[in-house]
Structure formats: C-alpha cells, structure tokens
C-alpha cells in the first residue's frame, strides 16, 4: 500500500551557520513530524549540527534522516551513532524515503 507524506511536516536542516537562528525558530513553531539533514562531503559537523538540533525544546525524540554522498560504512555508523536515526546516500529515492518516514506517519 503506497504511503502518504501529504500531512507529513519535514524539516530541512541544512549546515548553514547563518540560518541556525531561523532553524531554531522553526523548528520551535513548526514542531516536524521528521528531522532531515542534507549536509555535504565537506561539512566536517554533521554530528555538531545533529546535537544541536536534539538540544532544542521538544526535538530530542524527532525521528532524523541525514543525506549524505558517503557510502562508507564507518561514517554511517557515525552519523547514527551522533544521533540521526537513518542515513541515506544521495540521490534520494522518493518510494526509499516514503519507508523511512512510514513509522512517523503511523
């Protein structure tokens, strides 16, 4: 049975220093079903940005996707072991993504 994300409230956290107030702000009014996490091969801080984000009021528990081009199993193995919940490798596949966020939407 196909998923729906029509109601599904994702929130795209991006490793941008300067719109880290915005994200708070965000992330505060808008209370996401999903945490995703598109940080590139250059971003050293994926795991800072993560522990930020679980530090804010109310998002500790916000299931997390963090999309990365690495496919190493050492760095995934980080990145959940930091705090995101699953970590996809770029592109995206729209019916993958729809599995990952299923138990959000249940």
């Not at 800072?48 to 009021?57: D, F, T, V």
């Amino acid at each position: 049975m196909p998923v729906s994300l029509r109601r599904l409230r994702v929130f795209l956290v991006v490793a941008d220093v300067e719109s880290r107030e915005f994200q708070r702000a965000a992330l505060e009014a808008i209370r996401p079903d999903v945490l995703l996490a598109d940080v590139s091969d250059t971003d050293q801080q994926p795991a800072a940005l993560i522990m930020r984000m679980r530090a804010l009021p109310g998002c500790a528990a916000i299931p997390s996707i963090v999309v990365t081009a690495d496919d190493d199993h050492g760095a995934r193995r980080r990145l959940l072991d930091a705090g995101y919940h699953e970590h996809v490798r770029r592109p995206i596949d729209a019916r993958a993504f729809r599995q990952l966020v299923r138990p959000s939407v249940a």
